[in-house]
């Protein structure tokens, strides 16, 4: 029964909804906020460094590519080839979150986190700016690192020969969860970096 | 060989090479984790019963009679939250989805049969975790079970927890409902046409996509309230320019579908019951299909007729208003349906019909209540009154829950091999149905009295009528219990069976009662429609 | 063999390069201050890099047609709870 990989894959994209769904609640927050808060909106994007912001979707496409490659190679009876591009998948994950968390850091230096006495000074919209792209960016961190261990217990079941040419559904399954990460800071990125009205 | 003798003992059989605790906790078989859910849920839904005994008891006079005023604000937050998560929203699913759907379909099991563990594990887990929170840090919360900020993020009692706990159970929801879909898509024989599957199956197939797309709307907001409580975020927050109204919309764009998660399944269970107890092919069954579907996308554009007084704008409202009415109509098709399929039906009145009876009426009632409180003008008056509570106790009670009694007393049969007593069921059936229109009817006349919801104490006006709906309560509990000992008594003594005890003539009335472990040697080939009862002896018939 | 592999090794480096031309892209705009337009310039880009990481690199395309439409109704459904909701916050 399991060794249907159209229907564990059917399992996996309406995981994929549900992750989905559950990013499009705060996406529907941001549409409301940054229709109400335009000018806000854009006066407070311009704190968020747009550098470190198109590096991380550098990053972040890179690693979809790998984890793309990781799934040719294992098709192509190649596991050492797989193995390889999954561990620069998950290199890829660590320099994200790197640069992740030297942003945030940064932020938090300058005051600027929920619910600090520099943050609320500021006018309400900037304050719901900030608020939702801690949230939103904090939640999406937390899925790369789902994603990385995720990846990390398919590289060494690819190493050990479980996962193979043969059957290969977890390591499809995984990449697809992967990429739906990267789609979402696909989003992300310009509607939190790029916001100039 | 064993492995050849294993597959034709039934599910309930006890498994020597595991202890029998494991043999139940651990199992993968979809009938024994339905069996799981029918247990803690039937446990919770005991408990829910009362703490709501207890409120009625309260109410029965003017000022404290057995307990204070925070308590009562404990109390029906908590029996909301057991009801509508532990109970009412994984009930028919949870339980029938898993023991009869794979059946039905002509399956061996769900498609991913340790994620249903999982999920059941979730779902005790989640359960565990909203009981800690009774027991903890403030004390249980007292928020109502919708959780409205700002109320929420504010109050000292430990809503953090069971805010916690209900996220868990939206996870087990989510994995049933994707396990139910790939289910369906998978494991249906290819032989089977899909408009030959049962109408259950259909509804359970609406439901889980329902519950797949609007589950993790809920699983963020909720997110979103712990935060605002934990480290202060503030998105709800107008001082941090959040709105609180886009809690109210991001909650019931979940909550109200979940009112469709609730019913669609009792929905598919009177489907199936209707035309066997009246010997009569589904009258409609495509457009049974269809307003199931309907119901499914209509429902989830409806949310914010809960938010008409809410200060939402006017156009707002009368999308909102209009929507609602939409929903409606298949809501109706389905009962025209059903009593065109009892039309000139050779009706038997067995218990599994009385209860269905039962469903159509009280559920009848609870939708037309529902187009009083669609409508914007009439709801102004009667909003967060009794009559919103009487309401959606007609639709969730009268509606889900006795869906799930039915349901009940027509699968029981089937899953424990044997029968109940006839005459106890009929006669549960009255007290509770006389019991709950003495409820809540009286509810509904205080609600346009003006006798507002959540209220501990009442002005001396109203006491005829709470006293009244106390007593009702009552009647509804005895019925209650009563139901219990005779299903309890005749799933061990009962009378056997036999395979097909009402002259079903869907799949899982061809296996023995109780079902095989592995359902079906080889895959069943579909010989007939769902209600095509020709050639089936239906054995009250003699 | 190898060759094949090749092959869709660069087929899936192209679409690559091609995402990262449009995230220059869509630096590029936002620097020229077009105003109220940039952000829906911003979003087809985005919808535009969504889709090829869909088609192309979760296999959407190969897949039945079945996850496809599925797909669509899960966004149709997040556009209606989106549009639904607009119609309280903008005539508030």
Redesign the interface.
């Known amino acids: ?1 399991q060794n ?1 990989s ?2 564990s894959r ?2 996996m994209w ?2 994929l ?10 996406f ?2 941001y549409a ?2 940054s229709n ?2 335009p000018a806000e909106f854009s006066r407070a994007s311009k704190e968020l460094s747009t550098i470190m912001g198109s590096l991380n979707t550098v990053v972040l496409l890179t690693s979809s590519l790998f984890v793309v490659l990781a799934v040719a190679g294992i098709r192509n009876n190649k596991p050492r080839h797989t193995v390889a591009f999954l561990l620069a998948t998950i290199a890829c994950a660590g320099i994200f979150l790197g640069v992740k968390s030297v942003e945030w850091s940064e932020k938090y230096h300058h005051g600027l986190f ?2 600090t006495p520099t943050l ?1 000074a500021k ?6 700016f900030f ?2 792209y ?2 939103i960016t904090g ?1 999406h961190a937390i899925h790369i690192i789902i994603g990385a261990i995720v990846l990390g217990i398919i590289t060494w079941s690819v190493y050990s020969g479980k996962t193979s040419s043969n059957d290969y559904v977890s390591l499809e399954n995984s990449g697809l969860y992967w990429h739906l990460v990267d789609l979402i800071w696909i989003y992300i990125f310009p509607l939190f970096y790029l916001v100039v009205p | 060989m064993t492995m050849e003798s294993n597959h034709h003992l039934n599910f309930l059989a006890p498994q020597p090479d595991r202890s029998w605790l494991g043999s139940w906790i651990f199992s993968t078989d979809h009938k024994r984790i339905g069996i799981l859910y029918l247990v803690a849920i039937s446990t919770f839904f005991l408990v829910g019963l009362c703490l709501g005994l207890l409120m009625r008891l309260e109410l029965i006079a003017p000022g404290g009679i057995i307990m204070g005023p925070q308590t009562y604000n404990a109390l029906f937050t908590v029996h909301g939250v057991i009801m509508i998560f532990l109970v009412v929203i994984p009930s028919i699913p949870a339980v029938f989805g898993n023991m009869i759907l794979p059946i039905q379909l002509g399956a ?2 769900v ?3 340790r ?1 249903n563990l999982l999920s059941w594990w979730l779902y005790m887990f989640g359960a565990g975790v909203a009981v800690i929170s009774l027991f903890t840090g403030g004390g249980p919360p007292d928020t109502g079970w919708t959780f409205y900020v700002p109320f929420s993020t504010m109050t000292k009692s430990n809503t953090t927890l069971s805010v916690f706990g209900v996220f868990i159970l939206g996870f087990s929801g ?1 994995l049933t ?3 139910f ?2 289910t369906v ?3 249906k024989p290819s032989t089977t046409p899909w408009m030959k599957l049962p109408l259950f199956t259909w509804s359970l197939y609406f439901t889980a996509w329902i519950q ?6 809920l ?3 909720l ?2 309230i712990i ?1 605002e409580r934990v ?5 709800f927050d107008p001082t ?4 609180p ?2 809690y109210q ?2 909650f019931w ?1 979940y909550s109200h579908p979940a009112v469709y998660i609730m019913i669609l399944p009792a929905m598919g269970v009177i489907s199936e019951i209707v035309p066997v107890f009246a010997r009569k092919p589904a009258f409609g069954y495509r457009a049974i299909v269809f307003s199931g579907f309907v119901i499914a996308t209509a429902g ?2 409806v949310w ?1 007729h809960h ?1 008409f007084v809410a ?6 409202v009368m ?2 208003s209009f929507l609602t009415f939409v929903v409606a109509i298949p809501s109706a098709i389905k009962v025209f349906n059903w009593t065109a399929t009892l039309y000139k039906g050779s009706i038997y009145l067995g218990p599994p019909l009385l209860y269905a009876l039962a469903f159509i009426f009280l559920f009848s009632l609870g939708g037309l209540q529902g187009l009083i409180l669609g409508s914007a003008g009439t709801d102004m008056h009667v909003h967060d009154t009794y009559f919103v509570v009487g309401h959606f106790h007609y639709v969730v009670f009268g509606g889900a829950i006795f869906g799930f009694f039915a349901a009940l007393h027509y699968w029981l049969p089937k899953m424990f091999g044997r029968l109940y007593n006839y005459e106890w069921a009929t006669a549960a059936l009255f007290l509770k149905f006389i019991g709950f229109n003495l409820l809540y009817f009286t509810m509904l006349i205080m609600g346009v009295q003006g006798m507002p919801r959540r209220y501990y104490d009442y002005l001396p006006e109203f006491q005829n009528l709470q006293v009244i709906s106390t007593v009702g309560s009552w009647i509804l509990a005895a019925g209650i219990i009563m139901m219990v000992i005779n299903l309890f008594y005749g799933m061990r003594y009962g009378e056997k069976a036999g395979d097909n005890p009402w002259g079903g003539a869907t799949l899982e009335w061809t296996v023995s009662s109780p079902p095989p472990a592995e359902n079906f040697e080889g895959e069943p080939v579909l010989t007939r429609s769902p209600y095509d009862f020709k050639d089936i002896k239906a054995p009250h018939a003699e | 063999m190898t060759d094949n592999l090749n092959k869709s090794y660069m087929s899936y480096v192209f679409i690559w390069i091609i995402l990262l031309c449009l995230t220059a892209l869509t630096v590029f705009c936002s620097t020229l201050q077009l105003g109220h337009p940039a952000i829906w310039i911003a979003l087809t880009i985005a919808t535009i890099k969504g889709s090829l990481v869909l088609l192309f690199f979760m296999h959407l395309k190969d897949e039945q047609s ?1 996850i496809k439409y599925a797909f669509l ?2 966004l149709i ?1 997040l556009a ?2 989106i549009g ?2 607009f ?6």
Do not use: C, Q, W
């Open positions: 029964m249907d159209v229907g059917l399992g309406l995981f909804f549900t992750e989905l769904m559950l990013f499009g609640g705060l529907l927050l409301v906020y109400r808060y929920p619910n609320l006018p309400k919209g900037e304050i719901v608020n939702l801690f949230t939640l | 061996k099991d498609f991913f049969p994620l989510i409902g994707l396990n879909i790939t898509h998978r494991l797949v797309l609007v589950t993790p709307i699983a963020i907001t997110l979103l935060l480290i202060g975020l503030g998105l941090k320019g959040g709105d109204l886009l919309h991001l764009i989830s554009m914010a938010m200060g939402i704008s006017d156009t707002a999308v909102f | 079945f109704v899960a459904v209606i709870f639904l909701t119609f309280d916050v903008l005539y508030r």
